[in-house]
């Protein structure tokens, strides 16, 4: 077998990346990550507001149930690494981890740069060349024996390999450099691109309220917004915070759906989604409708401040033709029971969200059907590896997306480095 660079070239310095290249390297490879920016794993700093949500200390089931796009391809993954295997990593290089609400996992330092820089410490202590500022224009293969063979720079050096992994991102957040360079590249490896949407974004609306602007800035604390089929059967739920905006809706009940409303939009080729907010999901419309009437003398708008900001109370009014001002008892049963479906079930509209390039995470990617799932090795070219947010997964932010990264870079790294070897 002819001599190469490195046996493991990894494309991408982020999340996916250096984890790949730590463990490629902790399996004997002679491992190269290259990176076009100038410093690695930006967009790593930014996640968990800068904090750095390494993980979710969640059952695997759950864990795959936070990840609607594909989370199942994983299976095979987490059997090789999970989300113990990345915090026992952290822990044993000396970066202590906390566990907050819903079991998201933090480094005790509250820094995203502290995770960033153990990954960098450790790529250096296993003595793998990190080269920075260096974009690369090409990937090499070889067509006649379906074998990856390198890359070449934009520089104009070309680099052999018998591994490569493909680490570079999605289309999200482009300013940290995840401008969707490598999906070019698994093109021309025959590879198949699954349609692209947003996930994890703002959703834009044009209902009327959003329009005149009367709800902007109002939030909601703990609420179930539901995504409707056009047969009135949901398709999720999620129950979490949410924000008003000028253009829409926010928060992170609103994030959680915006791939699925996305994917109901594209799918259906439809023009516009139906939701609806519950404003009080720990009470029935039964219980609520016994409480209010049995303090009928008091006003509406009394009734409602326990549940509602007021602006919303007074739009609801409204939109129920009740004045503002009148007792509950004033109210006939047709207006009440109106008036209660909507609390339960406030209706909104949405006709898409703000673009991949404003959003988190990026919906598509490289087709799963094309990758062996316990290796993450392309199926049409031995020796080309994927690994993050390239492949067609994605899954919800609170260290689900984090986990998706860490542990497809811990698996991709091992094989990609088994493979060479193996062909030495």
């Not at 190469?4 to 390297?25: E, K």
């Not at 490569?164 to 300013?175: E, H, N």
Request: charged fraction near 20%; hydrophobic fraction near 40%; include cysteine.
């Amino acid at each position: 077998m002819s001599k190469v660079d490195y046996d493991v070239i990894v494309v991408g310095a982020g999340t996916s990346g250096m984890m790949a290249g730590i463990h490629a390297a902790m399996n004997g490879a002679r491992v190269l990550v290259i990176e076009k920016n100038q410093k690695p794993g930006r967009k790593l700093i930014l996640t968990g507001g800068g904090r750095c949500n390494v993980t979710n200390r969640s059952s695997r089931d759950d864990l795959i149930a936070h990840i609607p796009g594909n989370g199942k391809f994983l299976y095979s993954t987490l059997d090789q690494f999970d989300q113990e295997d990345i915090m026992h990593f952290f822990i044993d290089r000396g970066i202590p981890l906390k566990e907050e609400d819903h079991g998201r996992m933090f480094p005790v330092t509250d820094s995203a740069r502290t995770i960033r820089d153990c990954l960098v410490a450790e790529l250096s202590h296993l003595q793998v060349d990190l080269r920075l500022d260096d974009p690369v224009a090409q990937i090499n293969y070889d067509h006649v024996h379906k074998h990856v063979s390198g890359l070449t720079t934009r520089r104009g050096q070309t680099i052999t390999a018998h591994s490569v992994i493909l680490a570079v991102g999605g289309m999200a957040y482009p300013r940290t450099g995840s401008q969707g360079d490598g999906y070019q590249w698994a093109e021309a490896a025959g590879h198949t691109l699954t349609d692209f949407y947003p996930t994890e974004s703002p959703l834009l609306s044009n209902d009327s309220f959003i329009q005149d602007k009367t709800l902007q800035g109002i939030s909601l604390r703990d609420v179930a917004v539901t995504l409707w089929d056009d047969h009135d059967k949901a398709i999720v739920t999620h129950r979490m915070d949410m924000i008003f905006t000028h253009f829409g809706y926010s928060g992170p009940a609103i994030l959680r759906c915006s791939g699925h409303v996305n994917q109901f939009l594209m799918h259906n080729q439809a023009t516009t989604a139906h939701l609806t907010i519950d404003l009080v999901p720990d009470r029935s419309q039964s219980d609520l409708m016994e409480e209010a009437d049995a303090q009928r003398n008091k006003q509406l708008v009394t009734l409602l401040k326990p549940y509602l900001p007021e602006k919303l109370s007074h739009l609801i009014h409204q939109q129920v033709n009740i004045p503002i001002g009148s007792a509950y008892k004033q109210i006939d049963h047709q207006q009440i029971t109106a008036l209660w479906q909507r609390i339960k079930a406030f209706p909104i509209t949405s006709y898409g969200s703000q673009p991949i390039a404003k959003g988190f995470v990026t919906g598509g990617g490289v087709h799963l059907k094309e990758i062996v799932p316990q290796t993450l090795q392309s199926k049409l070219m031995a020796g080309l590896f994927f690994c993050g947010e390239i492949l067609d997964i994605n899954g919800y932010t609170g260290g689900y997306n984090i986990t998706a990264a860490f542990t497809t870079g811990a698996v991709a790294g091992q094989h990609a480095a088994w493979h060479s070897l193996a062909r030495q």
